[in-house]
């Protein structure tokens, strides 16, 4: 029979995202309310191989669910992506009596809780990043809000931009992934989405289509491009001489991974929060908790990351037909 687990950890990594800490909240209050002890590991793995090892009680997480970012800080952690580093990270479990950890985290925080399930650490994955570009989840914490704030600085952009018959280039964040692109397309009736899974790097195209606009009447042009693709500063100036529109690029930057969660981030967050630990003290391990087809669900590890994932083939038709 597996060991029963007395002291769960907690660690955000990679990205930061909003709802986090909803997660966080959630995990330490039902692990408390099951009569476990919960440590928060702070900085991600790099905490963890540094031993910034915290006790948590209730009250450490008061105060916590409307804010954005993520209480315990996060980072990346080269040397946790070495043998020696995990190593290293599962004595210091041990060490510290961790008998499980909740990571909350994208694809690459879930292939460390991977390899320190291998070691004999219980690990429950978490999807918590803006780019919702996780395969075997359809919801991703902080992606709702980053969306959102997103499509509200377009919404602002597009006004100006159509006051001043411009052309506008608004980059969002998704260096890999472009699900942020195009719900924000959608969401605010863009002209022109480029996605990296998509993107032809036909620029001709885009200024015909920038031209023939002017000639229909449209009083602004917007493009959301994708930060996987870029140089929206340069693609504004050869757009602007090639088509004599006037066209300007917004980069909205790291605006879109702050900022207090919707009430979809922080009820989803939740809810995984306390799966998570529900998963551990049911005997679980080297687990991902998903919401899937409408439901909150959990993989194994190991499927989930040999999942694909693309953007939606229909949503991204009809952001080119609905302009
Ligand atoms: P995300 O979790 O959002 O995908 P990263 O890919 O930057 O973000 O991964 C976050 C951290 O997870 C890395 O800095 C590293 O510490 C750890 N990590 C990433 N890939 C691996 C791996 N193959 N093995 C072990 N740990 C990894
Ligand atoms: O993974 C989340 C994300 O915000 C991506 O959309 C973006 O490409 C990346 O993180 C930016 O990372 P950093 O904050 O390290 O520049």
């Given at each position: 029979?597996?060991?029963?687990?007395?002291?769960i950890?907690?660690?955000?990594?990679?990205?930061?995202?909003?709802?986090?800490n909803?997660?966080?909240?959630?995990?330490?209050?039902q692990?408390?309310?099951?009569?476990?002890?919960?440590?928060?590991?702070?900085?991600?793995?790099?905490?963890?191989?540094?031993?910034?090892?915290?006790?948590?009680?209730?009250?450490?997480?008061?105060?916590?669910?409307?804010?954005?970012?993520?209480?315990?800080?996060?980072?990346?952690?080269?040397?946790?992506?070495?043998?020696?580093?995990?190593?290293?990270?599962?004595?210091?479990?041990?060490?510290?009596?961790?008998?499980?950890?909740?990571?909350?985290?994208?694809?690459?925080?879930?292939?460390?809780?991977?390899?320190?399930?291998?070691?004999?650490?219980?690990?429950?994955?978490?999807?918590?990043?803006?780019?919702?570009?996780?395969?075997?989840?359809?919801?991703t914490?902080?992606?709702?809000t980053?969306?959102?704030?997103a499509m509200?600085?377009?919404?602002?952009?597009?006004?100006?931009?159509?006051?001043?018959?411009?052309?506008?280039?608004?980059?969002?964040?998704?260096?890999?992934?472009g699900?942020?692109?195009?719900?924000?397309?959608?969401?605010n009736?863009?002209?022109?989405?480029?996605l990296p899974?998509?993107?032809?790097?036909?620029?001709?195209?885009?200024?015909?289509?920038?031209?023939?606009?002017?000639?229909?009447?449209?009083?602004?042009?917007?493009?959301?491009?994708a930060?996987?693709?870029?140089?929206?500063?340069?693609?504004?100036?050869?757009?602007?001489?090639?088509?004599?529109?006037?066209?300007?690029?917004?980069?909205?930057?790291?605006m879109?991974?702050?900022?207090?969660?919707?009430?979809?981030?922080?009820?989803?967050?939740?809810?995984?929060?306390?799966?998570?630990?529900?998963?551990?003290?049911?005997?679980k391990?080297?687990?991902?908790?998903?919401?899937?087809?409408?439901?909150?669900?959990?993989?194994?590890?190991?499927?989930?990351?040999?999942?694909?994932?693309?953007?939606?083939?229909?949503?991204?038709?009809?952001?080119?037909?609905?302009?």
């Open positions: 029979m597996a060991k029963e687990i007395n002291t950890g907690v660690l955000t990594s990679g990205g930061d995202a909003p709802g986090m909803a997660a966080i909240r959630a995990v330490v209050r692990a408390l309310s099951k009569g476990k002890k919960v440590k928060g590991i702070k900085r991600g793995y790099a905490g963890l191989l540094n031993e910034e090892i915290i006790d948590m009680d209730a009250k450490s997480v008061s105060d916590t669910i409307s804010r954005g970012g993520t209480i315990l800080q996060t980072a990346r952690c080269m040397e946790f992506i070495t043998p020696e580093g995990q190593q290293q990270g599962a004595e210091i479990c041990k060490k510290h009596g961790i008998d499980a950890i909740v990571v909350i985290g994208g694809d690459g925080s879930f292939q460390g809780a991977q390899k320190l399930a291998a070691l004999g650490i219980n690990t429950i994955g978490l999807p918590g990043t803006i780019d919702l570009d996780i395969a075997c989840t359809d919801y914490i902080g992606f709702d980053a969306v959102n704030t509200e600085a377009i919404d602002k952009v597009r006004d100006t931009s159509t006051s001043h018959e411009r052309c506008s280039i608004i980059e969002v964040m998704g260096r890999g992934a699900h942020i692109a195009l719900w924000c397309g959608l969401a009736g863009a002209e022109e989405v480029l899974e998509k993107y032809d790097y036909d620029e001709q195209r885009l200024i015909n289509q920038v031209i023939d606009a002017r000639r229909y009447g449209k009083q602004h042009y917007i493009i959301i491009n930060e996987g693709i870029g140089h929206s500063q340069s693609m504004a100036k050869r757009i602007e001489e090639a088509t004599g529109v006037e066209t300007r690029a917004t980069i909205l930057g790291h879109q991974r702050g900022g207090s969660p919707t009430c979809k981030d922080r009820v989803y967050a939740t809810t995984m929060g306390a799966m998570a630990v529900d998963l551990l003290c049911e005997g391990s080297n687990r991902v908790v998903a919401h899937k087809d409408g439901k909150f669900v959990d993989f194994d590890i190991d499927e989930a990351l040999a999942m694909k994932k693309s953007v939606d083939e229909y949503m991204y038709q009809i952001s080119r037909t609905l302009v």
